[in-house]
């Protein structure tokens, strides 16, 4: 499986950004897709965690802000983030499990600036 993942950038505390992440190869219909963050010296921490289902999971910090969606179709998680703070700023990645493996994507950085 490969995740390619999109959306980063800079943005000021108050703005908004939207990632997105497409996993391909041998995808398997039941899994979960989500996001994780890592800033520089902190250990990598949920954002948000969504199943093929449908049931979604959140990091204390983002709850309320940040919004994770997918399309199953597309094979595609989605992350609205909302209301950003300095302390949003990390690099981001997508990951990908099902039943017998966990893949993740190369990360993408997001910069919120104060």
């Known amino acids: 499986v490969q995740l390619q993942a999109s959306g980063g950038g800079l943005v000021q505390a108050g703005g908004s950004l939207r990632l997105s992440c497409t996993a391909s190869g041998s995808i398997f219909s039941i899994n979960v897709m989500g996001w994780y963050r890592q800033a520089p010296g902190k250990q990598r921490d949920l954002v948000a965690t969504i199943a093929s289902g449908g049931i979604t999971n959140y990091g204390d910090s983002v709850k309320g802000r940040f919004t994770i969606s997918r399309d199953n179709a597309k094979n595609t998680v989605y992350l609205q983030m909302n209301s950003l703070r300095p302390e949003d700023t990390a690099v981001y990645y997508c990951?990908?499990?099902?039943?017998?493996?966990?893949?993740w994507g190369q990360g993408t950085q997001v910069t919120v600036s104060s």
């Open positions: 990951r990908y499990t099902d039943r017998q493996n966990t893949y």
